[in-house]
């Protein structure tokens, strides 16, 4: 909770601003481990990927010379963009690469939108797309999901004279849902070039599914297609903030002039390199996941818990009590999960999946959680 505006400061701040209220992190590790009197926190709650970054990543950064720091990084992050055009046979004026995703959502916002103007997103996902055009006052329509999904339908209704940018987040954080390749082509070719579409790609690594659309792919067709994607989830590298967006040069060009040179450090910048050319990090990462999807679903079905458990490396658990509740009780096993009804899922926790002995403490926690 965030203490009332001063009344002095209250004439300079915009109304949008006022009545923003700003997202509380989770403290650090030795402050929780304080605060629940645990020895341990397993952190379940922002999708990290449990086996780290790839080892190539793992060795630039333990060989990078501390000195360098005291240089600025490539203000565009030169090799990564050269390194992501030559996996994805793009040309590297189609990159921008950002301080995390999170930082591209900004980026595009204010390249895009004016006063008055609006983006359209999901009532039920990652919640950063509403939140950037809320505290810059532009308005943010939410379509409710349509069976835990993006509803085509609606959204498209939703677009209007006004609509500058769609954020469709592809598979859908926190549901797993995703549109298939038909689908995808439909909305695009529907939406045609009255708007901006971000297909927020965040967790496009983990999904093996065949009918699944690959964005970058589809941008030669739909030239209002952006996409994203990030390092800090299948990559495993979270921690130094990295991500990266791909477009038509054209679209690019208008972007960078709202972007922060700078933004991206040099460790970030060296460790996304090598992260790039690890294949087998990914097809460990999706083993782990898919088999800690299995055995987490078996059990909460024996809990007769209600789940949502699609793509991506997270599952939504439906509970018959309050999730704060439930997340504080957890915390006192050590177990840190994402408490959902401030992303409009009342009664809801989202756990990242992980090893085989972490995901049985999590049953645990749960289990002695509700039975309390
Ligand atoms: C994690 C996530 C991001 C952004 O991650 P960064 O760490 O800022 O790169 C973006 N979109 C979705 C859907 C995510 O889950």
Known sequence: ?????????????????????????????????????????????????????PPAACEVMSSAD?????????????YVRQAIADKFNLSTDQIIVGNGATELISFITKAFCASGDNIVTADKTFAVYEWVAAFSGFE????????????????????????????????NNPTGTYWDDRKLHHFLDSVGNRCIVVLDESYIEFVEKPDFPDGISLMNEYPNLVVFRTFSKMYGLAGLRIGYLAGRADVVDVIRRTCVVYSVNSVAQLAAVAALQDESHIT??????????????????RLGLPYIANEGNFVMVRLPISDTLVYRRMMKYGVMVRTMTGFRYPNHIRVSLSHFDVMEDFVLALEAALAT
């Open 140 to 171: 943010a329509r939410l379509v409710p999901l349509l069976d835990d999904a993006f509803d085509s339908a609606r959204i498209l209704a939703e677009i209007g004279e006004r609509t500058k940018i769609v954020f469709i987040c592809n598979p």
């Open 1 to 53: 909770m965030s203490q009332p505006v001063a009344s002095r400061l209250e004439p300079l701040v915009p109304d949008y601003v006022l009545a923003f209220e700003p997202y509380t992190p989770s403290k650090p590790d030795p402050e929780l481990r304080r605060l629940y009197g645990v020895p341990h926190i397993h952190r379940l709650n922002n999708n990290e990927n449990p086996l780290g970054p």
């Open 66 to 78: 501390p000195r360098s720091a005291a240089i600025y990084p490539s203000g565009d992050a030169f």
């Open 284 to 301: 460990a990462t999706r083993r782990l996941v898919s088999e800690s999807r299995d055995w987490l679903t078996g059990e909460l079905r």
